[in-house]
């Protein structure tokens, strides 16, 4: 019972905020929905938001906001999938192809975040450092961002990072040095594979990284189940 209210408590709040921020700007930064982008992604295929595990099987997902474990406390997608623009997702391939030399692989907390889920985040924590503001949008809303940490492929545990992902910490910055030697060099690691291949880290976030080029790419609030 417990469960089922915590369940019904996040979707009237994700709903209360939807309606109260995200017809505020999306008109105005030409937010596409669902009609708009699948007419976008039939004329491009690199438009085309894809499942990450299609094209990479081996990776590792752990998406929390289709779980309570994530700053918000409450569940914020409906499916446990990530999703992502095509040449992001070709990048991300080289990527862990790179890392698999080292033993190692790649975990991923988030990626495409539909608009309307960033207005809801905006209005839990309007903190611009961490969330991204709606008069703007986020990255994530263009299938061009990625949020993971390194796992060992033998154990399949994560590496020794600075924080946990979502930290509101500090110590969560980029170039944040008052750490132990080995979350350093296993953050500079991810920093380095991932640069190589296309991908740069945010000042605030270890984690989060975007792809170069995500300006080709519209903001788009789709739903999860709308993406084939």
């Given at each position: 019972m417990k469960r089922f209210v915590t369940i019904i408590f996040s979707a009237l709040i994700l709903c209360t905020f939807n309606k109260a921020g995200a017809q505020d700007y999306s008109a105005v930064l030409h937010v596409e929905n669902e009609a708009q982008y699948l007419r976008e992604a039939k004329a491009d295929s690199n438009k085309k938001l894809v499942?990450?595990?299609?094209?990479?099987p081996g990776i590792v997902l752990d998406i929390r906001y289709a779980t309570t474990n994530n700053f918000t406390h409450h569940i914020m997608y409906k499916q446990a999938r990530a999703f992502?623009?095509?040449?992001?997702?070709?990048?991300?391939?080289q990527v862990e192809a790179d890392l698999k030399t080292r033993g190692l692989g790649l975990k991923i907390y988030d990626a495409y975040r539909p608009y309307s889920v960033t207005v809801t985040f905006y209005q839990v924590t309007p903190d611009t450092n961490f969330v991204a503001d709606p008069k703007k949008g986020s990255k994530h809303n263009r299938g061009c961002a990625i949020d993971l940490s390194l796992i060992d492929l033998k154990t399949g545990k994560e590496l020794d990072m600075p924080t946990g992902f979502d930290s509101f910490s500090k110590k969560a910055g980029a170039e944040y040095a008052d750490l132990p030697k080995e979350e350093l060099a296993n953050r500079e690691l991810l920093k380095s594979v991932m640069e190589t291949h296309g991908f740069k880290v945010i000042s605030?976030?270890?984690?989060?990284?975007?792809?170069?080029?995500?300006?080709?790419y519209p903001l788009l609030d789709v739903p999860f189940t709308a993406i084939k």
């Amino acid at each position: 019972m417990k469960r089922f209210v915590t369940i019904i408590f996040s979707a009237l709040i994700l709903c209360t905020f939807n309606k109260a921020g995200a017809q505020d700007y999306s008109a105005v930064l030409h937010v596409e929905n669902e009609a708009q982008y699948l007419r976008e992604a039939k004329a491009d295929s690199n438009k085309k938001l894809v499942e990450i595990k299609k094209y990479i099987p081996g990776i590792v997902l752990d998406i929390r906001y289709a779980t309570t474990n994530n700053f918000t406390h409450h569940i914020m997608y409906k499916q446990a999938r990530a999703f992502t623009r095509l040449p992001v997702v070709r990048a991300l391939q080289q990527v862990e192809a790179d890392l698999k030399t080292r033993g190692l692989g790649l975990k991923i907390y988030d990626a495409y975040r539909p608009y309307s889920v960033t207005v809801t985040f905006y209005q839990v924590t309007p903190d611009t450092n961490f969330v991204a503001d709606p008069k703007k949008g986020s990255k994530h809303n263009r299938g061009c961002a990625i949020d993971l940490s390194l796992i060992d492929l033998k154990t399949g545990k994560e590496l020794d990072m600075p924080t946990g992902f979502d930290s509101f910490s500090k110590k969560a910055g980029a170039e944040y040095a008052d750490l132990p030697k080995e979350e350093l060099a296993n953050r500079e690691l991810l920093k380095s594979v991932m640069e190589t291949h296309g991908f740069k880290v945010i000042s605030t976030e270890w984690w989060h990284y975007d792809f170069n080029g995500w300006q080709n790419y519209p903001l788009l609030d789709v739903p999860f189940t709308a993406i084939k």
